[in-house]
């Protein structure tokens, strides 16, 4: 049996949406005389940043530039755990029961 084709070869996105916000985004949509897809696409093309724009500001956003201070810091900072992590998080867990 052949395989239905699409318009476009783009994937699909589901999302589990409350029923009054779905109304509102028909409503919307048909308000600019868009189906819900485009009108979709176009408020996710104006929202989400292209490539690799991320901020991080006061307001909880990571720019590039953070991202770049970090790995340079990170690669500058020898091995942070000279023991091996398991022995270190077991230790951590008897030290724990322990004290309960």
Same mark, same amino acid.
Request: a positive charge; proline letters at 7%; charged letters at 30%.
């Given at each position: ?10 994937? @699909? %996105?589901?999302?589990?949406?409350? &029923? !009054?916000? +779905?109304?509102?985004? =028909?409503? #919307? ?12 696409? @176009? %408020?996710?093309?104006?929202?989400? &940043? !292209?490539? +690799?724009?991320?901020? =991080?500001? #006061? ?42």
């Amino acid at each position: 049996m052949a395989r239905s084709i699409t318009k476009t070869n783009r994937p @699909r %996105l589901t999302l589990d949406i409350p &029923p !009054a916000l +779905r109304r509102r985004i =028909k409503v #919307a949509a048909a308000a600019q005389d868009l189906s819900v897809s485009a009108y979709v696409t @176009r %408020l996710l093309d104006r929202s989400v &940043p !292209a490539g +690799r724009v991320l901020k =991080k500001k #006061a307001d909880g956003t990571i720019t590039t530039e953070t991202l770049g201070r970090f790995a340079t810091f990170r690669a500058q900072q020898p091995t942070p755990f000279p023991e091996d992590s398991v022995d270190l998080i077991r230790e951590a867990r008897m030290e724990r029961d322990n004290q309960l």
